[in-house]
């Protein structure tokens, strides 16, 4: 899939053209002021990305350009303009002999933070799948999943900057096992109990929100906004 660097502004005005409109011939795809030549040769473009597909002498979004296309914000503008959305993500803790599955994360943003399993969603994925595949990829480990709740988590810098905005499904991750992966790239994993993970340096800022989610009986969301010192 093309990112946005990618779509020229004449071409993002021809997606415009097709997700409103389901075909189009070549003439009503050109915007205000563009010559034949110049239109052309952003069409053929397209096609390349496999965004727009030519059927007769009518041209329409593809499958991928429909998706691609539904993701600018086309209120009341003429032009394409990429809609900021919060990541989707997934939370997995879990527990063995007493001690928290940890991660010190090694990247940035949040270099040296300590917290849970966590990582992103991928396009097509369940978040069982996700939760499961990220437990993997970074420690080495399986467990049974059990869903206990959804945490959006919006953090700001002390200057009221917005940092980040984060849907996590969170999961207990209940009898871990496998070969355990002490380092992967990008971060460290360690088994901390509770009272040495609440005096680790540098915690999230919801870590006892974190924790609350592993402790509940009840499937919860929680929301809430957070300044971040460190980012």
């Known amino acids: 899939m093309s990112h946005i660097q990618d779509i020229h502004p004449i071409q993002g005005q021809i997606l415009r053209e097709l997700l409103f409109h389901p075909d189009r011939r ?12 110049q239109l052309a040769f952003h069409v053929k473009r397209l096609q390349e990305l496999n965004l727009v597909n030519k059927l007769g002498d009518r041209y329409e979004l593809t499958t991928a350009g429909k998706e691609f296309a539904g993701r600018f914000d086309t209120d009341g503008a003429k032009t394409m303009v990429m809609e900021k959305q919060a990541k989707l993500c997934v939370l997995v803790t879990c527990v063995r002999d007493g001690k928290f599955l940890v991660q010190q994360r090694l990247k940035q943003p949040f270099y040296g933070f300590y917290g849970f399993v966590t990582g992103k969603v991928k396009m097509g994925e369940t978040t069982a799948e996700a939760a499961l595949r990220e ?8 467990a049974e999943l059990l869903p206990v709740g959804i945490e959006h ?5 002390a200057t009221g900057e917005l940092l980040e905005d984060k849907h996590f499904f969170a999961f207990r991750g209940e009898h871990p096992q496998g070969h355990f992966i002490e380092r992967f790239e990008g971060g460290r ?36 906004r957070y300044t971040e010192e460190k980012y």
Not at 26 to 37: K, M, R, Y
């Open 153 to 157: 988590k919006i953090d700001h810098s």
């Open 26 to 37: 070549f003439s009503d795809l050109a915007p205000e002021g563009v010559p034949s030549d």
């Open 135 to 142: 437990l993997a990829e970074e420690t080495g480990l399986t």
């Open 189 to 224: 994993n360690m088994w901390l109990s509770k009272d040495e993970l609440l005096k680790m340096p540098n915690l999230y800022a919801d870590i006892a929100d974190a924790l609350a989610l592993w402790e509940s009986k009840e499937f919860r969301v929680i929301e809430r």
